[in-house]
């Protein structure tokens, strides 16, 4: 055999080892994959805090909120639907605190996820809801805020940032005033 040449039997081996070096890397690169997506899913990467995504809603009575204008303004933005059996718990809550605080600059912008325009009227009514409300077309709204699921709350400071997150609803007036103040000016 000359110099620099290999034998049969040694080109197999090293593709073999060749192949095996690329499987491994695969199967790392894979796992990595999964676990960083699972991080994705349980909320890791999900806006819970620092600027809250900017939006503009087209509420039910025609007109229409921008979170933009809203700058300087403490923000509740509570996501809910109509067939969301702990938002009809916290429902009364949430008006309440509309109706207390509006007058001190307050806004709750509720908005209206995966749901039916009679439905969600239906529920506006039920409960006497007075804040803006409007639904969530294609989810857009949702998507940009990574919401999981209804009751999704969130607190945004009249700075523009998150400053609370709420997954689920509320159950007590002494809580959700616990947080408004932390965005009261």
């Known amino acids: 055999m000359t110099e620099g040449m290999v034998s049969e039997p040694e080109q197999g081996k090293r593709r073999r080892s060749g192949l095996g070096m690329g499987l491994i890397l695969v199967i790392t690169l894979s796992f990595f994959g999964i676990l960083a997506y699972g991080q994705v899913r349980k909320g890791i990467s999900q806006p819970r805090s620092g600027p809250a995504p900017e939006f503009t809603l087209m509420l039910f009575d025609g007109s229409e909120v921008s979170l933009a204008d809203?700058?300087?303004?403490?923000?509740?933005?509570?996501?809910?639907?109509?067939?969301?059996?702990?938002?009809?718990?916290?429902a009364a809550l949430l008006e309440s605190a509309w109706r207390r605080h509006k007058d001190e600059g307050l806004m709750i912008l509720?908005?209206?996820?995966?749901?039916?325009?009679?439905?969600?009227?239906?529920?506006?009514?039920e409960f006497h809801i007075t804040y803006p409300n409007g639904p969530d077309l294609g989810s857009k709204i949702a998507r940009r805020y990574f919401i999981r699921g209804?009751?999704?709350?969130?607190?945004?400071?009249?700075?523009?940032?998150?400053?609370?997150?709420?997954e689920g609803?509320?159950?007590?007036?002494?809580?959700?005033?616990?947080?408004?103040?932390?965005?009261m000016p």
């Open 150 to 166: 209804v009751p999704e709350t969130f607190f945004i400071g009249p700075d523009g940032q998150i400053r609370y997150f709420r």
């Open 70 to 90: 809203l700058r300087g303004r403490p923000v509740i933005v509570n996501f809910w639907a109509s067939w969301c059996d702990p938002c009809k718990d916290e």
């Open 169 to 183: 609803p509320f159950t007590s007036m002494e809580d959700l005033e616990a947080h408004i103040q932390e965005i």
């Open 110 to 125: 509720g908005i209206d996820y995966l749901d039916q325009e009679p439905q969600a009227r239906a529920y506006l009514e």
